[in-house]
């Protein structure tokens, strides 16, 4: 085990690679220059065997180890921006406005590539590596992960097992967090649309007013988490967007509406889009009025695989210290599109901390560089304890 003093001269560089991300961030399919950064700096670590342009802008590098035979493990990292103003400040602040880093997806991306330049040099290690950057996470379907996956990378690369990481701000710098099982929720989109009869705001008596018929179906959906869903099982349900009419001495002929679910548990995807549709319909019906209903999922619940969280529990507790692993993590009701990974192949997902900073998709969020060795050395161990048992 190595221990993080071992990666010090990495951090260094890897906080070179992270600050350049971080001032020309990319979003969703479009990390074109990310993209090329990522397989130039692969290139210079001596790493041959580098696939680009999977699902439009992925990579897979692959490193063979030079202590025998063996399966290929994933290690995933995620490439792409948000659509934010940055306001944190710093001098390697975003160039480009209206787009910044604001989950650390530059810092993923970092910690691997510092992984990447180690295990590269030291190959110790039986059968492969594959490291997975992958595009769009933070977009909705089809996201990167989804399509990296749909592009069959697991087939083609002869990944056995797949891990991946996230910063965690509000966890201490140098320490984890992780669980079996479902650790992010789902993420489902439903969009309705309340069809009445409009006509002046002075005659609503001659109307079908779809505003009040939507106020009622907004208040009947907070039943359906408060009295329909077993109060220990995870279930969102918001409504988010509404639109009705431009002027205020019209009723319009309709209304519509939009929000998401998000859940811990799969089965109770099947549920919510049942009593949305049926709850909606019901109370739209009883004031003479019809909807419209369109549920979209999006990505699966991430869940983590026994035998591979232990294996990633293992190596944290011993990098780190028993003390520094958090192996009951809470789930959080946030979706990740890992979960199409986890999905193909068992695995884990680990949160590493990222310190006091602002919090994730916040406009001052800013990747904590001295996270850097402590990504990079538990995807450095892990490798070496999972390749070689
Ligand atoms: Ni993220």
């Not at 490439?79 to 975003?94: F, G, H, Q, R, T």
């Not at 799969?266 to 549920?295: C, H, M, N, T, W």
Request: with cysteine; net charge negative.
């Amino acid at each position: 085990m190595r221990n993080v003093e071992t990666f010090r001269d990495l951090q260094r560089d890897a906080t070179e690679w992270r600050r350049h991300l971080h001032e020309n961030p990319e979003l969703d399919f479009r990390v074109d220059n990310t993209a090329r950064f990522v397989a130039e700096k692969l290139a210079s670590f001596g790493i041959d065997h580098i696939q680009t342009g999977i699902a439009e802008t992925g990579i897979v590098a692959v490193i063979q180890g030079e202590a025998g035979e063996g399966p290929t493990i994933g290690l995933r990292a995620d490439m792409d921006a948000l659509p934010i103003l940055e306001a944190s400040n710093k001098p390697w602040s975003s160039k480009i406005a209206g787009k910044m880093h604001a989950c650390g997806h530059d810092g993923h991306t970092a910690m691997l590539l510092g992984a990447a330049k180690y295990l590269a040099n030291t190959r110790q290690f039986k059968g492969s590596v594959a490291l997975i950057f992958q595009p769009a996470e933070e977009i909705e379907l089809p996201s990167g992960g989804l399509k990296m996956v749909e592009a069959g990378i697991m087939e083609r690369f002869n990944i056995s097992r797949v891990f991946g990481m996230h910063n965690s701000p509000g966890l201490d710098v140098g320490k984890f967090a992780i669980c079996d099982g479902p650790m992010m929720a789902s993420q489902d989109d439903f969009n309705i649309v309340v069809k009445g009869k409009g006509g002046h705001a002075a005659a609503p008596h001659r109307t079908v007013d779809p505003v009040v018929i939507a106020a009622q179906i907004i208040l009947g959906l907070q039943t359906l988490v408060s009295r329909s869903t077993d109060p220990t099982e995870a279930l969102v349900i918001s409504v988010t967007k509404l639109k009705a009419a431009n002027a205020n001495n019209i009723i319009p002929d309709q209304v519509e509406m939009g929000g998401t679910v998000r859940t811990l548990v799969p089965r109770l995807r099947d549920f919510a889009e049942r009593q949305i549709l049926a709850s909606s319909s019901g109370i739209a019906r009883g004031f003479g009025a019809d909807v419209e209903f369109k549920y979209v999922r999006s990505v699966p619940v991430t869940s983590n695989h026994t035998e591979e969280t232990n294996l990633a529990i293992d190596v944290a507790r011993r990098f780190v210290g028993s003390a520094s692993v958090n192996d009951k993590a809470r789930a959080g009701m946030g979706a990740e599109d890992f979960a199409y990974m986890l999905q193909a192949r068992p695995g884990a997902m680990i949160y590493v901390g990222n310190g006091s900073t602002a919090g994730l998709h916040h406009p001052a969020y800013d990747f904590n560089d001295d996270a850097l060795p402590y990504g990079i050395g538990y995807w450095v161990n892990l490798v070496e304890v999972v390749q070689c048992i």
